[in-house]
């Protein structure tokens, strides 16, 4: 079991999906600080200072021990933002990789064997009879 383990995870396809992970792992933290440290203030400056991450429904106060109950929606909302800017890189990287790789070869039709050809006129002599 070890071998085939072993044989699994060495093959290319499976070391290359783990550094895209572990690389989109450092991309995802790198957005998300961008789109909270460096995109969210200015745009929460020009709305009148709005922190976007401390925008909240409270459904429960907080009483002693207990925390509120609350509905994060500017969390949210810098969340979506962080996934549709990593989600828009992903799309130009797919898409510049497609343009490298040239249009898709037209397959041809396969040839039709002699065998095939040979019933296929004796068919067509006999049908005309």
Same mark, same amino acid.
């Not at 998300?32 to 200015?42: A, E, R, T």
């Given at each position: 079991m070890f071998q085939e383990f072993k044989k699994f995870a060495m093959r290319g396809n499976v070391v290359d999906?783990? +550094?895209g992970i572990v690389i989109g792992a450092a991309f995802?933290?790198?957005v998300?600080?961008?789109?909270?440290?460096?995109?969210? %203030?200015?745009i929460g400056l020009m709305l009148g200072g709005v922190d976007f991450s401390n925008l909240m429904i409270t459904l429960k106060e907080a +009483?002693?021990?207990?925390?509120?109950?609350a509905i994060r929606y500017g969390a949210f909302f810098n969340i979506v933002l962080d996934f549709v800017i990593v989600a828009l890189a992903i799309f130009m990287v797919v898409k510049?990789?497609?343009?490298?790789?040239?249009? %898709?070869?037209?397959?041809?039709?396969?040839?039709? %064997?002699a065998d095939i050809?040979?019933?296929?006129?004796?068919?067509?002599?006999?049908?005309?009879k």
């Open positions: 999906m783990a +550094v995802g933290k790198i998300s600080s961008f789109v909270n440290d460096i995109l969210m %203030p200015p +009483v002693g021990e207990t925390e509120a109950v510049a990789m497609n343009k490298m790789q040239g249009p %898709p070869e037209e397959k041809k039709p396969a040839e039709t %064997p050809l040979l019933l296929t006129e004796i068919r067509d002599t006999l049908k005309a």
